[in-house]
């Protein structure tokens, strides 16, 4: 399933980034991997070397390298675990702060609090539209009218 679903997001971030080109905005990154499930310690430790020696490259001050990697690797994370962010609950943006997501909005209210269960629901689920006829309706309510004093036509039929 990661790897289905990891081809389908990469191909989607391209054809994103062919319109950025289009547009002359900054490219998304590519990521390497989908889920957290992934993000093993061996690949964070080589991403984390990777940037070091890249910023190290461009002539960064040694002391301030540490601090710029702890935030590349945190949206390298990000970058990487885009299915969970999708299809898990507590790793989505918790909607009401979306400096957070799900998880840590429940550790801050209360860190014994355990999800067990939930219910996804969808936006416009279960509301089904009733169709009517809006001529008919008018119709309706023409011919129940004790006011009524003229005669009305709708495409050729009296109401």
């Known amino acids: 399933f990661i ?3 990891n081809k389908a997001i990469i191909a989607d971030i391209e054809k994103e980034n ?4 289009r547009l002359g905005k900054p490219l998304k990154n590519i990521p390497q991997f989908v889920s957290k499930q992934q993000l093993t310690e061996e690949a964070i430790a080589a ?11 461009q002539g960064k001050p040694e002391k301030i390298i540490d601090n710029i990697v702890k ?6 994370i990000e970058d990487n675990s885009q299915l969970d962010k999708a299809h898990a609950l507590l790793s989505q943006t918790y909607v009401m702060d979306d400096s957070m997501t799900v998880e840590q909005a429940i550790k801050a209210v209360d860190a014994s609090i355990e999800i067990v269960e939930y219910v996804r629901f969808e936006l416009g689920e279960g509301i089904e539209k009733k169709e009517e006829d809006f001529a008919a309706e008018v119709a309706a309510q023409m011919k129940q009218s004790p006011y009524r004093k003229y005669e009305v ?7």
């Open 18 to 21: 062919e319109e950025l080109v």
């Open 71 to 76: 935030g590349k690797i945190g949206r390298w």
């Open 47 to 57: 991403a984390t070397a990777e940037m070091k020696e890249e910023l190290l490259a």
């Open 3 to 5: 790897e289905s679903e």
């Open 153 to 159: 036509k709708v495409m050729g039929e009296e109401i």
